[in-house]
C-alpha cells in the first residue's frame, strides 16, 4: 500500500521501475516511443488551427497518448473531443473551482473524493458517496462538475495516467430527488460524451446498496459499454462483501475502512488546493471548430435511435421510482 505521490510535470525518471513495467506491458510504453509521439503530437497540436492555447506539457499530452495505448491518431481524436465537451456544456465541464461556495460544500459532504492511499494495483480509489448529495440543494450540474473537477485533478499525476482509476460508489440514500435531478436527455448526452472523450482508465467499478429500481438503469448502462468495461462493474450486498474485493485500507472507516471520512476529505481538499492553478487554467484551451473529429457513419442513425431509446428508458425509470416510493 503507498500513500499518494504526485509526479512534477513531465518527470518520467520518478516512475518507479514496477510502474514502468506496468506502462510497457499495458500500454506499450517504453522511452523510445513516449518521446516521439510525445513530439508528434505536440507538432499537430501547435499546428492545428482549431485549437487555441492548449497545453503542451508532457503531463497534460500524456493523459491522451496513454488512455490509447500511444496511438497518436486516436489520442488526437480523443484530445479533440475532450475539448468538444468542456465547449458544449461548459456549465458542467469549466469553471472547476473547489473554493466556489456551491462546490465547496459538496466537497465538504463528501460526495466524491479519491481515497489518500493507493490500492494494491497502484490504483487511486474514487469514493462517490449518495448520501453527501442532497438534490434539494444541489443541481444536476453542481454533480457533473464535482465528478469532472475530481477527474482533472487526478489525471494531472503520471502514475494514476497509467495504472488507471477504481471506483466505489455507495448509493445507500438514494431517492426519487436523485433520479429526477437530471433532465433524461442531458444526463444522456453526458453520459456518452464523457465515456467517448475523458482520458481516463476505469479499471474496477465497485457499488454497493444499490435500490432495486437503479439496477435497471446500471444494466441498462452495462449494455451501452464496452465487454470489457461491464465485466470491471460489480455490485455488492454488503461492506464485507466490498472488502473482498476493495483494499480497506482505501476505504473510509463509515465503509469499513479505518480512516475517518472527514480526515479523507480533508486530505483530498488539500490535493485539490495544490491543483486549483492547474485545472482552473485549462478554461483557457479553446477548441475554436469540431470539423476535425471524426465521426461514425451511423452516427445520424444512432443519435435518433438509440439516444431516443436511452432517453425513454431513463424517463421509465423514473416513473418506476416514483411508483416504489409512493405505492
Not at 490500492?119 to 469532472?148: E, M, W, Y
Not at 431517492?175 to 435531478?181: C, G, Q
Not at 472507516?253 to 481538499?269: A, D, Y
Request: with cysteine; hydrophobic share 35%; glycine share 4%.
Amino acid at each position: 500500500m503507498k500513500e499518494t505521490k504526485v509526479l512534477e510535470d513531465g518527470d518520467v525518471s520518478l516512475l518507479s521501475e514496477s510502474l514502468l513495467k506496468i506502462a510497457k506491458r499495458e500500454l506499450r510504453e517504453d522511452k523510445c516511443t513516449r518521446e516521439q509521439s510525445l513530439e508528434q503530437l505536440r507538432n499537430w497540436v501547435l499546428k492545428n488551427e482549431d485549437l487555441q492555447n492548449v497545453r503542451c506539457d508532457d503531463t497534460f499530452l500524456l493523459r491522451f497518448l496513454r488512455a490509447k495505448k500511444f496511438s497518436v491518431p486516436m489520442a488526437e481524436q480523443t484530445l479533440l473531443k475532450y475539448l468538444n465537451i468542456r465547449r458544449t456544456f461548459p456549465h458542467m465541464a469549466t469553471k472547476l473551482d473547489f473554493l466556489e461556495p456551491r462546490m465547496s460544500h459538496l466537497i465538504e459532504q463528501g460526495y466524491i473524493f479519491a481515497a489518500p492511499k493507493r490500492d494494491k494495483h497502484g490504483r487511486r480509489v474514487v469514493i462517490i458517496n449518495a448520501k453527501g448529495l442532497n438534490p434539494k440543494f444541489h443541481t444536476s450540474c453542481d454533480q457533473a462538475k464535482a465528478h469532472f473537477l475530481t477527474y482533472e485533478c487526478l489525471m494531472e499525476d503520471q502514475e494514476t495516467q497509467i495504472t488507471g482509476l477504481s471506483h466505489v460508489g455507495d448509493f445507500a440514500g438514494v431517492t426519487t430527488a436523485h433520479v429526477t435531478n437530471w433532465n433524461p436527455t442531458e444526463f444522456a448526452r453526458v453520459f456518452k460524451w464523457g465515456e467517448q472523450s475523458l482520458p481516463m482508465r476505469h479499471k474496477e467499478i465497485h457499488l454497493i446498496n444499490v435500490p432495486s429500481t437503479l439496477k435497471w438503469l446500471i444494466d441498462f448502462v452495462k449494455n451501452r459499454v464496452s465487454s470489457k468495461m461491464k465485466n470491471r462493474l460489480n455490485i455488492y450486498g454488503s461492506d464485507k462483501e466490498l472488502m473482498k474485493s476493495v483494499d480497506p485500507e482505501c476505504l473510509p472507516q463509515e465503509m469499513g475502512g479505518s480512516m475517518p471520512m472527514r480526515e479523507m476529505i480533508e486530505l483530498w481538499k488539500q490535493e485539490l488546493a495544490s491543483k486549483r492553478d492547474l485545472v482552473l487554467a485549462l478554461d483557457q484551451s479553446t477548441l475554436l471548430s469540431d470539423r476535425g473529429i471524426q465521426r461514425r457513419s451511423s452516427y445520424n442513425s444512432e443519435k435518433t435511435s438509440t439516444g431516443t431509446n436511452f432517453v425513454s428508458q431513463i424517463e421509465s425509470i423514473e416513473g418506476s421510482f416514483r411508483k416504489l416510493e409512493f405505492d
